[in-house]
């Protein structure tokens, strides 16, 4: 059995993971910014492939389409499958095209709407063939995808973001990337509710560091840089996150950042939350599913899970790996997905 790498090519990380004879050998996660400039793109695409070494096979997916670098979704397609067969620069390169499974690179121009951000999918069929009834949630740094499964089938009913946004399937709340004051237009600040300040003050990740569910300093979780440029550190999240309230650092005592930083928090999960109801109220879940979290915010999943009475389940105990490969492997589920589901 060949060796294979699995390609998940997003706006923010290149992700990818490599299975040789069946078992998962290597996880890599670059960070990359092609609505900067292209060319990070390509770095992060030949960094990871030194990395990884050589493989007769390679399986792409992606999200970059999305960056605004590209004209069009349709082109950023296009573009990126590209960029991708010219830098893996090997003869057996598949794209991901969701329910149509894996297409050529000459087949990409009538199918850029299956093959545009269907890396969801990717992981969804790998949790499929493991559990028959599920409610798969992956909580990347950017976003978390819903999906159902059902019958040890893929249940979603939306395919492309715009769908999945409305059918509960899609939220735009990551672990560390993003605004904390896009859930909530005001918050309890030092016993005031206090309207939020809406610029880009501050990180999902300074949120985390404040609440201790990420480390200082740069990690897979948060490889984004910081607002303002400066530390990765609490105190300096304290700071960016208080600017928020129009306040600073010093005019709150370490509750009271705690205490504002968990409201935002409980915000985001009340938004992934009113998803969830979503999915139920069209009897999408079985009412005995587990839930099954993947994505460096897998410990927000287990919470929701116990927040919901359900059971949940990790996604690296559903790969044949040692404990710290899963782990990475768990945090790029669709990078993992297309290695895995070849064999």
């Keep these: 059995m060949s060796a294979v790498i699995g390609w998940d090519i997003g706006g923010a990380h290149v992700k990818a993971a490599r299975a040789d004879d069946g078992r998962l050998t290597a996880v890599v996660q670059i960070a990359c910014a092609p609505h900067e400039r292209v060319s990070s793109l390509e770095q992060a695409l030949r960094d990871a492939r030194t ?8 399986r792409v997916t992606m999200t970059a389409e999305l960056s605004d670098a590209f004209e069009s979704r349709a082109r950023g397609v296009i573009a990126v499958a590209a960029i991708a067969a ?62 159902p499964i059902c019958v040890g089938r893929v249940a979603s009913i939306g395919a492309s973001d715009a769908e999945r946004l409305a059918y509960g399937e899609l939220a735009y709340a990551g672990f560390s990337r993003g605004a904390p004051q896009a859930y909530a ?28 569910d990420l480390p200082e300093g740069e990690t897979d979780a948060d490889l984004s840089p910081t607002a303002d440029g400066r530390a990765k550190t609490i105190a300096a999240s304290r700071a960016r996150l208080v600017r928020l309230a129009g306040r600073d650092a010093a005019e709150l005592t370490e509750a009271q950042h705690r205490a504002f930083a968990h409201y935002l928090a409980r915000a985001q999960l009340r938004a992934i939350e009113d998803q969830i109801a979503l999915l139920e109220s069209r009897d999408a879940v079985a009412l005995d599913a587990p839930i099954v979290g993947a994505g460096v915010g897998r410990k927000l999943v287990a919470r929701l899970a116990q927040s919901q009475g359900r059971a ?4 690296s105990e559903l790969i044949v790996a040692r404990p710290a490969l899963a782990d990475k492997a768990a945090n790029c589920a669709p990078a993992t997905a297309l290695a895995l589901l070849q064999l």
């Design 312 to 315: 949940f389940v990790d996604f």
């Design 86 to 147: 010219r830098e893996i620069g090997v003869g057996d390169v598949l794209f991901y095209a969701g329910e149509r499974g894996f297409i050529t690179r000459d087949d990409i121009g009538g199918s850029v709407d299956a093959i545009a951000s269907a890396n969801w999918r990717a992981s969804a069929e790998l949790v499929a063939r493991h559990r028959a009834e599920a409610l798969f949630i992956d909580i990347g740094s950017t976003t978390t995808d819903l999906t």
């Design 185 to 212: 237009a005001h918050a309890s600040v030092a016993g005031r509710w206090t309207p939020l300040v809406n610029e880009t003050f501050a990180s999902m990740a300074d949120l985390r560091r404040v609440l201790g």
């Design 51 to 58: 990395t990884l070494g050589d493989a007769e096979r390679h």
